[in-house]
């Protein structure tokens, strides 16, 4: 070849061409500087359609009812929407709200229905006349007592409602002044109460007379199995005769 020949240089440069592989970084600029035309686009549902232009690589975006030209196009749609970014730190807790009113009260309930009746109970013992009070079982009830006179006794009778199976002994009947302020006992604690196998007489209250014995019917200190007597003594007025009067409670209880 000669040195001092003279050759023209022509240079060829390929024209780009965009393939599908290309369209990834394009739609990414395309959303950097369309940012805003985006939401113009579609922004009920974050897609940007569009059609690429397979002779030159150009990218249009279309909108509404536009579509893409099928024989020289192929269409594209893609998300706005980025990955999810991590879960953000937990937040402090918030101070306690202040406590709501009280509510209304609600209507009452309706009644129930009846429930059912219960089984019938056992036949109880029948009571006559051969019937006595069973053991620790207590009859109560009271008396009372007027007279007249000075230096005598006045008395009442008390029948035992249910009689007991047997007398009690003297040392099984107490009388506690309750009105002139004597102290109840173990065998009598209480007005209507009395310890199994006890007679306990609670006088209440008297005037111009004490409280002296309670006896059987036979006479003996004690009661019989049917009753018993109240006796108290008239201690008249000034030296002289006066009404006298005496009341109270009792209670027994079979031994």
């Not at 022509?10 to 395309?30: E, Q, T």
């Not at 569009?50 to 749609?77: H, N, V």
């Not at 918030?94 to 406590?99: L, Q, R, S, T």
Request: include cysteine.
């Amino acid at each position: 070849m000669p040195p001092n020949a003279d050759y023209g240089l022509a240079m060829h440069f390929p024209r780009p061409r965009l393939g599908y592989s290309s369209v990834v970084p394009v739609l990414a600029l395309v959303l950097v500087l369309g940012g805003v035309a985006y939401a113009a686009v579609n922004p009920s549902n974050s897609v940007i359609s569009g059609c690429y232009q397979k002779k030159t690589g150009a990218l249009r975006i279309i909108s509404g009812s536009q579509k893409c030209k099928p024989k020289t196009e192929a269409a594209l749609s893609w998300n706005q929407k980025g990955v999810a970014g991590a879960p953000g730190a937990t937040g402090a807790a918030g101070a306690p709200g202040a406590a709501g009113a009280p509510g209304t009260p609600g209507s009452a309930g309706s009644t129930g229905a009846t429930g059912a009746a219960g089984a019938t109970g056992a036949t109880g013992t029948d009571f006559t006349d051969t019937t006595t009070l069973a053991s620790g079982q207590t009859e109560t009830g009271g008396y009372s007592i007027y007279g007249y006179g000075l230096d005598a006794y006045m008395s009442d009778t008390v029948n035992l409602r249910i009689p007991l199976a047997a007398p009690l002994a003297a040392a099984n009947v107490s009388t506690v002044n309750v009105g002139a302020g004597a102290p109840y006992t173990v065998d009598c604690p209480a007005q209507g109460e009395a310890a199994q196998g006890y007679l306990c007489v609670y006088l209440l209250a008297s005037t111009n007379s004490v409280s002296t014995a309670t006896e059987t019917f036979q006479g003996g200190v004690g009661a019989s199995a049917t009753g018993f007597t109240v006796f108290n003594y008239m201690e008249g007025s000034g030296g002289a005769p006066a009404a006298a009067s005496a009341y109270g409670v009792w209670a027994v209880t079979a031994p």
